[in-house]
């Protein structure tokens, strides 16, 4: 069992930063693909980032040089670094941890974390 908990969220002016933190429980963190997705008002929950357990890290295209993620195994905790922020971004962010085995996987969710970008 992975528990998840997000931070880092609040209320930035456009343009402005934010850094998301996700801490995980357990001694597992290294084996999981770990990601960053968002849910605004009204819209379907999407993919934002997401990094490997090697490393290899993938964005959304409509965040790609705007947002970086990260991860550091030793506080098992990743990072959603997020730059120039715009009233687009303002949604739910929640981190997602995931492992595929063969016939299977384990998957978990966090709380999630508000963003709002607004003047």
């Known amino acids: 069992q992975v528990q998840l908990v997000e931070s880092g969220g609040g209320v930035v002016q456009p343009g402005g930063s934010l850094r998301l933190s996700c801490a995980a429980s357990g001694s597992a963190f290294s084996l999981f693909d770990m990601g960053w997705y968002r849910q605004a008002p009204g819209k379907e929950r999407e993919l934002v980032a997401s990094?490997?357990?090697?490393?290899?890290?993938n964005y959304a295209d409509f965040v790609k040089g705007q947002f970086t993620i990260s991860r550091d195994n030793i506080k098992n905790t990743a990072y959603l670094q997020m730059n120039n922020l715009k009233p687009e971004d303002t949604a739910v962010y929640y981190c997602?941890?995931?492992?595929?085995?063969?016939?299977?996987?384990?998957?978990?969710w966090g709380q999630g974390t508000q963003v709002t970008v607004s003047s």
């Open positions: 990094v490997t357990s090697g490393g290899s890290t």
């Open positions: 997602n941890a995931i492992r595929r085995l063969l016939g299977g996987k384990f998957e978990y």
